[in-house]
């Protein structure tokens, strides 16, 4: 797909895979819409209602969505609170629902899954029911539009090198001194960006850190 002045919307903007997403997009030739907290809360689809309004006011269609914004609430079952299982699930399914059903994009919609969407992870089921929420609407819609736009790709990542998460990133930095493998956000961005250029899309493209070190030697 040529990206020249595709308009690109990204949530999760601030910071970590989201920010080397509009950087990505950006140097690609994009138009490219980063979403971060100033612009609304994605716990609230009143929020998300109105930052698609303005979306299609200033920039009209949208090409590419890509719901890359997430809550990790990483707890046993007796320590999670409600609240955090209905944030988990508003950030991580319902709000990626929402944009796409307001924003319907002429082309793709990329959504930012997890291997806690594919593998029961203790000590994290809001985390692992919500990602498995978004897998299933994902994978659900790839059907529903089989041979329609837009598009619809889950990329199902494994554990990356950002603050998300329980740990920060120096702390998976000693992590990984020890062994532990972790994604380059900067790598996943420009290799799902190169996969979305050259028409490699698929229904779900799965990137472990496996992929990432036999890139890097």
Request: glycine share 10%; with cysteine.
């Amino acid at each position: 797909m040529d990206m020249k002045d595709k308009v690109v919307v990204v949530t999760g903007a601030g910071g970590g895979i989201g920010s080397e997403f509009v950087r990505a997009f950006g140097e690609a030739g994009a138009v490219v819409v980063g979403l971060t907290r100033e612009d609304g809360d994605l716990r609230r689809v009143e929020d998300i209602l109105d930052i698609c309004s303005r979306i299609k006011n200033e920039r009209g269609a949208v090409d590419i969505l890509v719901n890359n914004a997430g809550v990790g609430v990483y707890k046993d079952l007796r320590e999670v609170s409600v609240s955090e299982w209905n944030d988990s699930m508003a950030v991580n399914a319902t709000a990626p629902f929402v944009l796409i059903k307001e924003l319907m994009p002429r082309e793709l919609v990329v959504n930012i899954g997890s291997g806690a969407g594919v593998m029961p992870f203790a000590g994290r089921v809001a985390y692992c029911a919500s990602k498995f929420a978004l897998r299933g609407m994902s994978l659900s819609l790839s059907e529903e539009y089989e041979g329609k736009k837009p598009v619809f790709c889950l990329v199902t990542l494994g554990s990356t090198m950002t603050d998300f998460g329980p740990l920060n990133v120096e702390e998976k930095r000693r992590l990984q001194s020890d062994g532990k493998k972790y994604l380059d956000a900067k790598w996943v961005a420009d290799e799902v960006v190169r996969r979305i250029v050259e028409d490699e899309v698929e229904d779900e493209i799965v990137i472990y850190p496996d992929e990432y070190e036999k890139s890097s030697n």
